[in-house]
Every structure is written in structure tokens, then in C-alpha cells.
């Protein structure tokens, strides 16, 4: 169909069709809707306690090593257990994790090695890790990753 064009008096006046133009917007917004990708938020990604460096003990003359194991409740990961040294710790374990290790006497010489099951999410690693720090615990290390 052929645009109308009617005649003023001061030179001819095109009118313009809507019907092209929103068909284009709307073949643009499919497009970008289909080209684009949805991501999970960073904290649920499944992955391994990191390992991609090698993995040292800290050169501390330890006398009493603690260890951290995590493990997975659930299929999905969404909650774990955490156990200081083969103990399972009771209600909000990360907060008795940080209040037993703030108990220990002698901190100058404790290493604190976190390991946990591959499966594992990062953000419990990092909990434990807080924990520590909160505690003031001087050597921190990771164990090496399972497969």
C-alpha cells in the first residue's frame, strides 16, 4: 500500500505507516529476549574447594592441628554439617565453630585446616573461613581438593 500523500499549499506531506515500524520493534525485542542468558547468582554455583594453587600448611610450628570438615545435608547443597576435629557442631554451627575456636588456649601454635566434600558450595567454605577469622585464628589453610 502505497503511503497517501496529500497536497498543501506549501509542498507535499508524506504520512508515515506505524504498522513496519512496530513490526520491527517487536522482531527486535524477540530477538534480544531469545539471544540473551539467564545466570544464577554467583553463591549457588556447585563447585570444589579451591585448588588451583598448589595448597600449603603455613610454616607455623603447630602443635595442635584443627580440622574443619564440611559435608552436604541435602542432594541440592543447601545445607551442611559441620564438624571441628570428628565432632558434629550442634544449632548454628558456623557460630559455634568461631565460639570453640576462640576457646582454644594456645592460638599461637594452631593451624586450622578446612576441607570439606567436593560438592560442597563455596559460600559454606567462606562461612568457615569468616568463622576463623573472627576467631583470630593465626595459620588458616585449605586441604587438597577430592575428586
Do not use: C, H
Amino acid at each position: 500500500m502505497k503511503p497517501m500523500i496529500r497536497k498543501r499549499k506549501e509542498g507535499l506531506v508524506g504520512k508515515i505507516q506505524m504498522a513496519p515500524m512496530i513490526d520491527v520493534v517487536f522482531q527486535l525485542l524477540i530477538f534480544f529476549l531469545v539471544a540473551s542468558e539467564v545466570r544464577p547468582t554467583e553463591a549457588d554455583f556447585k563447585t570444589n574447594i579451591p585448588g588451583g594453587i598448589r595448597q600449603r600448611t603455613p610454616k607455623v610450628e603447630a602443635k595442635e592441628a584443627y580440622r574443619v570438615y564440611l559435608r552436604n545435608l541435602d542432594p541440592e547443597g543447601k545445607a551442611v554439617e559441620v564438624s571441628l576435629n570428628n565432632e558434629v557442631l550442634p544449632g548454628d554451627a558456623f557460630k559455634e565453630l568461631e565460639k570453640r575456636l576462640r576457646s582454644v588456649q594456645e592460638k599461637q601454635n594452631m593451624v586450622l585446616v578446612i576441607d570439606g566434600a567436593p560438592t560442597v558450595r563455596v559460600r559454606f567454605i567462606a562461612n568457615a573461613l569468616d568463622s576463623a577469622v573472627a576467631a583470630e585464628v593465626p595459620a588458616i589453610a585449605f586441604a587438597k581438593p577430592r575428586t
